[in-house]
């Protein structure tokens, strides 16, 4: 089965966070938080439609002008969603520059900050020398803890809101159902593949009437109904988790369990060792052996470990180590709590 989602790391586990999902099929990408992204080259760069920022700490944002400079000239709309402040600190970052050539840019950031209480987003447009547009706002008399960001035919991201000393945002991006073409059935039924197929994908994917016609590459039609049932392999749609900068507190826990549980793949902080449990408390951050266990009892098939402390130069493979004796129960320190 292909991947839908095709996730790595910007930088090495001791560089700064950020995660570039490439959408397989839309040919398109997102990315998880705004470290320093120069390694990301201007065209993946070009592929971002959405952008999800945990947190405005230097190390999670610094990479915005880098975005900014890439997207300036381009007829673009850009979403960008964080926890709340994230308007008021994009327009921080842009209020630094000098904007009177711009007029004929055609770039837009819509700008989404969100939590359990409030939605609000406004339009920043280059012509309008990103002046602020409010787009909507949206109070909540009943508080959700999972936090919906983006629903599209082909993926959602969802959200928690963790506690960092400060609001901080973890993301899910995950699929309804994963569609694979049975290459076998296509060759008994003589119809060929091609772009045809994404057509029919987009419109399960949709939830489009059952009967809505799909034009094959002979120019007939087959009812969506049929062609389904006939040619595609439907299972369980890829899961991929993003947790970093949050403290091992009860609340917290629960939080990234209810975003993790069953995840294909779970991108976790491990900054401090557990000799430094303490420090990494006062931090408010996990500690590589709490990221394995969040791992475990939330059943990921796999943990990737990043954001390693500085503390712990040197100290790559005992903090990979830690977290993964912990995720597979070879060595274990802690217990999961009680429902």
């Known amino acids: 089965m292909k991947s839908t989602f095709q996730a790595h790391l910007v930088n090495p586990p001791n560089g700064d966070p950020a995660l570039y999902v490439r959408l397989r099929w839309q040919g398109a990408a997102l990315?998880?938080?705004?470290?320093?992204?120069?390694?990301?080259?201007?065209?993946?760069?070009?592929?971002?439609?959405?952008?999800?920022?945990?947190?405005?700490?230097?190390?999670?944002?610094?990479?915005?002008?880098?975005?900014l400079r890439v997207f300036l000239?381009?007829?673009?709309?850009?979403?960008?969603?964080?926890?709340?402040?994230?308007?008021?600190?994009?327009?921080?970052?842009?209020?630094?520059?000098?904007?009177?050539?711009?007029?004929?840019?055609?770039?837009?950031?819509?700008?989404?900050?969100?939590?359990?209480?409030q939605r609000t987003?406004?339009?920043?447009?280059?012509?309008?020398?990103?002046?602020?547009?409010?787009?909507?706002?949206?109070?909540?008399?009943?508080?959700?803890?999972l936090l919906q960001l983006v629903d599209e035919p082909g993926y959602r991201v969802d959200a928690v809101q963790l506690d960092h000393k400060i609001p901080c945002l973890a993301f899910r991006v995950h699929e309804a159902t994963h569609l694979n073409v049975d290459t076998t059935a296509l060759a008994r039924f003589g119809v060929p593949p091609g772009a045809w197929l994404n057509t029919l994908k987009t419109a399960v994917r949709s939830g489009v009437a059952a009967d809505t016609p799909i034009t094959l590459p002979s120019g007939a039609t087959a009812p969506?109904?049929?062609?389904?049932?006939?040619?595609?392999?439907?299972?369980?749609?890829?899961?991929?988790?993003?947790?970093?900068?949050?403290?091992?507190?009860?609340?917290?826990?629960?939080?990234?369990l209810m975003l993790?549980?069953?995840?294909?793949?779970?991108?976790?902080?491990?900054?401090?060792?557990?000799?430094?449990?303490?420090?990494?408390?006062?931090?408010?951050?996990?500690t590589a052996r709490q990221a394995g266990a969040l791992a475990?009892?939330?059943?990921?098939?796999?943990?990737?470990?990043?954001?390693?402390?500085?503390?712990?130069?040197?100290?790559g493979e005992e903090l990979r180590r830690e977290a993964e004796d912990e995720f597979a129960g070879r060595e274990t320190v802690y217990e999961q709590p009680a429902d």
């Not at 993790?260 to 996990?286: K, M, S």
């Not at 475990?296 to 100290?315: D, Q």
Request: glycine letters at 6%.
């Open 296 to 315: 475990r009892w939330a059943g990921v098939r796999h943990l990737k470990v990043f954001h390693f402390s500085a503390r712990h130069e040197g100290a």
């Open 224 to 256: 969506l109904h049929t062609l389904r049932a006939d040619l595609l392999i439907e299972s369980p749609g890829q899961r991929i988790v993003y947790v970093t900068d949050a403290r091992f507190s009860a609340d917290n826990i629960e939080r990234i």
């Open 260 to 286: 993790a549980r069953g995840a294909d793949l779970l991108v976790c902080e491990t900054p401090f060792l557990e000799a430094n449990r303490e420090h990494a408390e006062a931090r408010a951050h996990l």
């Open 31 to 67: 990315l998880f938080d705004l470290g320093r992204i120069d390694r990301l080259e201007a065209g993946a760069l070009m592929c971002v439609t959405s952008v999800f920022v945990s947190h405005t700490h230097m190390d999670h944002f610094i990479g915005f002008d880098r975005l």
């Open 73 to 117: 000239a381009r007829e673009a709309r850009l979403r960008l969603f964080g926890p709340p402040g994230i308007i008021d600190n994009v327009c921080g970052k842009l209020s630094g520059y000098t904007w009177n050539l711009v007029d004929d840019y055609p770039l837009t950031f819509e700008v989404t900050e969100v939590s359990p209480q």
């Open 121 to 145: 987003t406004v339009r920043l447009r280059a012509a309008q020398r990103f002046a602020v547009e409010p787009v909507d706002s949206e109070a909540s008399d009943t508080p959700a803890t």
